[in-house]
Structure formats: structure tokens, C-alpha cells
């Protein structure tokens, strides 16, 4: 499925984004950008539980998603 997350368009630009399984194991993903939503393509990975790490200016933010 595909996942969009939006955050400011300034934090946007330097903003690193890493997706893991529920197990753990970092899943590579393509990314789109749009103005200030980044786009996530986990259709590869099927159905699942899975945690974005958006990395931007020094901070951590991990949110849980899961794809049905």
C-alpha cells in the first residue's frame, strides 16, 4: 500500500525516512515528494505492521502503520 506523510514544507527538504517490519528489519522503499508530503511505496512488502522513522533536524519521530 502506499503511505503519505506530510510535515512542513522547510523540514520536508532534509528530512530522512527509514521503514521497518514488525520484526525489525529495515524494509528499503521507494519515496515520492510532493510539495511538502513524502510518499511511501510498501506495496512489496504485503500486509503488515510497520514503523516510519522520520528523521529531520536533529529529532526522531516513530509512528506505527499498519497495511491490511
Known sequence: GQVFVEMPRDEADGA???VFNA???KC???TST???V???DLS???PGLFF???IRAGSLET???IIE
Open 52 to 54: 516510519i522513522t522520520v
Open 63 to 65: 509512528r506505527r502503520v
Open 16 to 18: 530522512t525516512l527509514e
Open 44 to 46: 512489496e512488502y504485503g
Open 34 to 36: 510532493a510539495d511538502n
Open 38 to 40: 513524502i510518499g511511501l
Open 28 to 30: 528499503p522503499v521507494r
Open 23 to 25: 520484526l525489525g528489519a
